[in-house]
């Protein structure tokens, strides 16, 4: 492995055109890691957070990302009202990051 490795990174016997090839070969594979390490699991966990978010009913325990927990009361549209101790509020949908036991992997 480390041999071929040595290989792609010795200069050519003077052709330019492999060099390139090389180079091209080489940004593929750098573009190619970040996609599997960086955007995928970005987009992975976008879509289970909006799942979780849709599957979001009356009645269910929640945590908001700026730590309220509490029971949802009203949904409506983009807004939820939740019930925490004895006071009322209207968080974003997308502010949630649990519900019930489902913790969002974006959270």
């Known amino acids: 492995m480390t041999s071929l490795l040595a290989s ?3 200069p050519a016997n003077g052709s330019p055109s492999s060099s390139i090839g090389i180079l091209v070969f080489q940004f593929g594979a750098i573009i190619l890691i970040f996609y599997f390490l960086l955007i995928r699991p970005q987009s992975v966990a976008r879509k289970k957070h909006t799942e979780i978010l849709a599957a979001l009913k ?3 325990d ?5 730590g309220i927990i509490g029971k ?5 549209d983009d807004r939820i ?3 925490s101790g004895t006071s009322t509020l209207v968080v974003e949908r997308g502010r949630i990051v649990r519900v019930g036991e489902a913790v969002s992997p974006n959270a």
């Not at 929640?62 to 700026?66: A, E, H, L, M, R």
């Open 62 to 66: 929640i945590t908001t990302s700026g």
């Open 8 to 10: 792609l990174m010795a």
């Open 72 to 76: 949802v009361k009203d949904i409506k």
């Open 81 to 83: 009202t939740i019930e």
């Open 58 to 60: 009356k009645g269910d």
